[in-house]
Structure formats: C-alpha cells, structure tokens
C-alpha cells in the first residue's frame, strides 16, 4: 500500500473535489487511488496499490492545487510524456510589489504574455500565489522554464518571443530532419 499526502490550499479544495464530488472520484476511477481530503487542514491523503497510480493522482492533485483547473491538469492522465514543473517564486521576490511585478510579466496583458508562451512551447501554464506551474513534455517544459526565467529576470519580452520563435523553428528543423 503506498501513501502520499499533498498540502492543498482552502481555495483550491473545491476545484480539487468538484461539483458533487466528480473530480475527485474521476481521479479516483482514472488512477486506482484512494483520495481523502481534509479541508480543515488543507491535506490530501491518497492512497493506493498501484504506487505509480497514488504518484499520478498526486501530480493531478499538486497541478490543481497550483491553480490549474482540473480539466488543465488532467492533461497529466492522458499524456504520457506530459509532467508537473514548478517555479517557485518565494526566494526571488523579496517584496509583494516584487512579486506582483514578476507574475505580471509572465501573465502580460490580458494574460498575451502566457498564452503565447504556451502556445509557442505547446505547454499549460499557470501563475497562481508564489508559484509559476507548467505543464507539458521535457523539452517544451525545459523551453518554457527558460523563457519563464528570462521574463523573471527582466529580459524584455521582444528578446523571450524571439528566443522562443528560435526554439519553435529549430525543434521543426530536427523534425523534419528525422524524415529525410
């Protein structure tokens, strides 16, 4: 029997269980796992035989608790190859002021800045409290991780763009390269 336990914010339990509980029990069916949630706590106790079921319905369950919505994270179900990478925010913004300045570069207005980083990466992302999530594969997360990173470190979002349209064109080169 393998167990895990996973802190899940107040506010984001009811994404995690859903309307009359179908979330929850959806990860329950999709994964063989047990999941408890105690609100009080802001704890999710999953249990299961299946140890490789209990560590996916904990990668769902820390993907909904950074803020994805559960149709989002359950991308994580249904790909393979697809993975949780977080950017934790704490150490690198000293202020609150520092930190709303940083999320809103990632986010961009009306949140442009994030949606095309995921559309040029072919990943989900998610700015929510003191973390950036994403998900996707190893080499659209690493990408994306490095755009994110640049953006954090205040490289102007033209330079991040063309980083990342660089990347797109050379990930289609090697494709197309593996056809000839």
């Given at each position: 029997m393998t167990r895990e336990e996973v802190r899940?914010?107040?506010?984001?339990?009811?994404?995690?269980?859903?309307?009359?509980g179908a979330t929850k029990r959806e990860l329950e069916e999709k994964t063989g796992a047990v999941i408890r949630v105690d609100s009080k706590e802001?704890?999710?106790?999953?249990?299961?035989?299946?140890?490789?079921?209990v560590i996916t319905a904990v990668e769902v369950i820390r993907a909904i608790s950074r803020g994805f919505s559960p149709e989002r994270?359950?991308?994580?179900?249904?790909?393979?190859?697809?993975m949780l990478d977080l950017i934790d925010l704490t150490g690198i913004a000293e202020t609150t002021a520092q930190l709303?300045?940083?999320r809103g570069r990632i986010i961009?207005?009306?949140g442009r800045s994030r949606e095309q980083i995921e559309e040029m990466t072919g990943t989900q992302i998610s700015v929510?409290?003191?973390?950036?999530?994403m998900i996707g594969g190893?080499?659209?997360l690493k990408t994306a991780r490095?755009?994110?990173?640049m953006l954090i470190n205040g490289v102007p979002h033209e330079t991040v763009f063309s980083f990342l349209d660089k990347k797109k064109r050379e990930t289609a080169q090697d494709l197309l390269g593996t056809y000839y």
């Open positions: 899940i914010g107040g506010d984001r339990v009811g994404a995690l269980i859903g309307k009359g802001g704890l999710a106790i999953v249990e299961g035989e299946n140890a490789e079921g994270a359950f991308l994580l179900l249904r790909d393979d190859d697809a709303e300045r940083i961009g207005r009306d929510f409290g003191k973390s950036v999530a190893h080499e659209q490095t755009a994110i990173e």
